[in-house]
């Protein structure tokens, strides 16, 4: 019904927001965006177990510049909704949550890119009054444009969870691996994208391996005294 999808349509398009419109506070990450729907559903360390997993691969994404990237923050909130509704964790749910995350980052990515078009039409029809410095025109403009950013995500985010949510449930009931190799599967390909973009960023960022054992170091230091 769509009274139950109504909180996650409500997360979505506030972490959709977060990821290039406002305010940009990394709420929108994988990790945090994918705990916090975990929470929403009411099982929060599921969130934080896919969560996790997004995160490995979304560190191969470099969201800067003019370039096309997964959008995560719905995305995640997804995944994590999915994953977070099956606590049991049984075989196939961790996948589903993973596959349900990368469909939706990647209609997300497109939805971004039609939301910009829409964007510069919008600034063109304001472009005298913007010319001008009028303040109203401009925080007009802001507005609508964060307005309609918030609703891409929110839309983006009910339909998707919507859709999985109920593919899930078919796909489970035949589902016959056993469930602690399924979840080793997905770490295991998340874990491989992850070393790849380390991979990349240590051959092309001076020093970047260094910052990593260094920061291996101190987190390993932070677990020991715990």
Request: hydrophobic residues 55%; proline residues 4%; neutral net charge.
């Amino acid at each position: 019904m769509w009274i139950d999808l109504l909180p996650i349509a409500l997360l979505g398009g506030l972490l959709g927001l977060d990821v290039v419109s406002f305010p940009q506070a990394m709420i929108s990450r994988p990790l945090v965006a994918a705990t916090l729907a975990g929470a929403l559903i009411g099982h929060s360390p599921s969130g934080l177990l896919v969560g996790a997993a997004l995160e490995l691969v979304a560190l191969d994404t470099l969201p800067f510049g003019a370039s096309r990237y997964p959008e995560w923050g719905s995305a995640a909130v997804v995944g994590g909704a999915i994953f977070a509704t099956h606590p049991t964790h049984p075989a196939g749910a961790m996948e589903m949550a993973i596959i349900a995350s990368l469909s939706t980052a990647w209609v997300g990515s497109w939805t971004m890119v039609k939301l910009r078009e829409w964007n510069a039409h919008w600034a063109a029809n304001r472009r005298e009054a913007l010319d001008a410095g009028a303040r109203g025109a401009v925080v007009d403009l802001q507005l609508l444009c964060m307005t309609a950013d918030f609703l891409r995500g929110a839309t983006l985010a009910a339909l998707s969870y919507g859709v999985f949510a109920s593919l899930t449930r078919l796909t489970l009931g035949a589902w016959s691996t056993d469930a602690r190799i399924s979840r080793a599967v997905v770490v295991t390909v998340a874990a491989s994208v992850a070393a790849s973009a380390a991979w990349k960023i240590f051959h092309s960022v001076s020093g970047a391996r260094w910052f990593f054992l260094g920061g291996l170091a101190v987190g390993l230091a932070i677990m020991g005294t715990r």
